[in-house]
């Protein structure tokens, strides 16, 4: 079966990229992103490559490549269900908020209503892909409603999980060029095998065939939740080590390093940091920690949960260590926080470290004055807002926002940096040093700063796993 008319319900960071790159990559498939959020369609349409929604390293480029051609944006989401031979659906599926299983629980309404739209509308057989992170055993939800709400015109759906493992900040290059992709189905029968294969088709456009993995449907849904898993293990694993490095005089990085030559271990992922933050790590597991509950197995649900308790001790530790060391107040004080967003090459602040870390702080009645080179002021305040500590008024009376580092660092009596930017690299710290408070403080959450530079200035120093 080929596969010429795509649609993608979800135009968000994975939703959008995903399908740049498959537009640009299979020129003879139309591909149309389609979003309730009018705003946002705007914005992926928008002349002006700069205001795309989503900032990504060379994601403007392939959206010139493809938008107009075979590449659209749309909020006529009926239509483009209907037109297609394969729908992914790529909404969010946020940690539950309400009623059984709020704050652990992957919340599924988006997914249903997807789901509940293409029976509607279908009057053609497709293939339903699931692209969104779910909870193991999701597909047997999905084809119950497309096959048991249908609107009477006999469309047939197959399902198939096909989990995005792409990172933000490099999400271009992950989707040029990835490890592999999965592909999980019905492998039981003809016409699953027959899904399978046209969407295999579809990515074999530009990555190698044994890079292409196929699977039954819940190992492939299990296997995103299970990488996300490992990955914030060994964060939460090397965070930890941080602690102890800390008190020992040993190095964090040295340590790394040592461990990573270990061809068994591997260099990746062991970069000491504030914590992790992000979209995906806290919420997947908290979802596989939910699931393994809801199975009884009590013992894999704590296993897990470890990491998400440590990530949050070490968001706090780094809070903690910054109130200590300004002789225990940091009330009216000024502490300018370098980084917003989660990681660096990214706009997105999901879950990012530096939203704690300041609610922390702003407990504790300090001024912080933030820049970020990619987020905005009113996003600030919305992530400290979301967290409902205290009023809207006073989160706007606490943080600041600035436009660049110099005016954020002016007259602080510590910086933080919360964010592995590059452009922190290259300022001028004697300009920044001259206009702070005595002693200067710096704390370097992401250990991407020269310290001993900086402490010939006069600046005195924490490195997270470094210690003072
Ligand atoms: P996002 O919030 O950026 O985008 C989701 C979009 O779906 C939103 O724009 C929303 O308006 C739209 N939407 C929701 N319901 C809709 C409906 N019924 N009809 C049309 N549009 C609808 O989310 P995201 O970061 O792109 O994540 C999407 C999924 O991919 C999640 O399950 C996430 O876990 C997974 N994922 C994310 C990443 C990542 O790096 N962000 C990586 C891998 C997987
Ligand atoms: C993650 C997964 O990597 C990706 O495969 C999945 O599809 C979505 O979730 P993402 O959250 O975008 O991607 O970024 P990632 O690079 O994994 O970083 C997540 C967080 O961990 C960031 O806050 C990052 O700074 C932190 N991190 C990562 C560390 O602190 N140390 C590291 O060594 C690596």
Same mark, same amino acid.
């Given at each position: 079966m080929e596969i010429k008319n795509i649609c993608c319900i979800g135009a968000g960071y994975v939703g959008g990229p995903t399908m740049a790159i498959i537009a640009q990559k299979c020129p003879s498939i139309n591909v149309t992103v389609v979003d309730i959020n009018e705003k946002r369609i705007a914005a992926w349409n928008d /002349?002006?490559? !700069?205001?795309?929604p989503v900032y990504e390293p060379g994601l403007d480029k392939v959206v010139a490549d493809a938008r107009g051609r075979n590449l659209f944006f749309s909020t006529e989401v009926d239509k483009a269900i209907d037109k297609a031979d394969m729908v992914f659906i790529s909404v969010n599926t946020p940690t539950k908020t309400y009623g059984k299983g709020k704050g652990m629980a992957a919340d599924l309404k988006y997914i249903e209503l997807c789901a509940r739209q293409i029976a509607r509308v279908a009057t053609t057989d497709k293939i339903v892909v699931e692209k969104s992170t779910l909870p193991v055993r999701t597909a047997s939800a999905i084809k119950s409603i497309l096959d048991n709400t249908g609107n009477g015109s006999n469309a047939k759906f197959q399902i198939l999980s096909n989990p995005e493992f792409l990172a933000e900040g490099t999400a271009v290059t992950d989707l040029l060029d990835p490890d592999r992709v999965l592909i999980g189905g019905d492998t039981s029968t003809e016409e699953g095998k027959e899904a399978i294969q046209a969407l295999v088709s579809v990515y074999a456009n530009w990555v190698p065939q044994n890079q292409i993995l196929t699977t039954n449907v819940w190992s492939s849904e299990l296997s995103k939740l299970t990488a996300n898993a490992f990955l914030a293990q060994r964060v939460s694993s090397i965070n930890s080590l941080s602690e102890l490095c800390e008190k020992t005089e040993a190095d964090v990085d040295e340590v790394a390093r040592a461990i990573g030559m270990d061809s068994r271990i591997g260099p990746k992922f062991l970069k000491s940091s504030v914590g992790f933050g992000g979209s995906c790590f806290q919420k997947d597991i908290l979802n596989l920690v939910y699931i393994a509950k809801s199975y009884g197995l009590v013992e894999v649900a704590d296993y897990w949960e470890q990491v998400i308790i440590m990530n949050d001790h070490q968001k706090r530790r780094f809070a903690h260590n910054i109130i200590s060391t300004l002789f225990n107040t940091v009330s009216g004080k000024k502490i300018a926080f370098l980084g917003w967003a989660f990681k660096k090459d990214t706009n997105d602040t999901r879950e990012s470290a530096a939203i704690y870390v300041a609610d922390e702080l702003l407990n504790e009645q300090s001024n912080i004055s933030a820049y970020d080179p990619k987020v905005q002021a009113e996003q600030m305040y919305a992530d400290l807002d +979301?967290?409902? %500590?205290? !009023?809207s008024e006073e989160n706007r009376n606490g943080l600041t926002a600035f436009d660049n580092a110099y005016d954020a660092c002016k007259d602080a009596h510590a910086i933080a940096v919360l964010t592995e930017w590059d /452009?922190? %690299? %290259? +300022?001028?710290w004697q300009k920044i040093y001259d206009g702070m408070q005595k002693p200067a403080f710096l704390f370097d959450g992401r250990d991407v700063l020269d310290t001993k530079k900086l402490e010939e200035i006069g600046f005195v120093c924490y490195t997270i796993g470094k210690g003072m």
């Open positions: /002349e002006d490559l !700069s205001k795309l +979301y967290l409902n %500590t205290r !009023s /452009e922190f %690299t %290259t +300022y001028d």
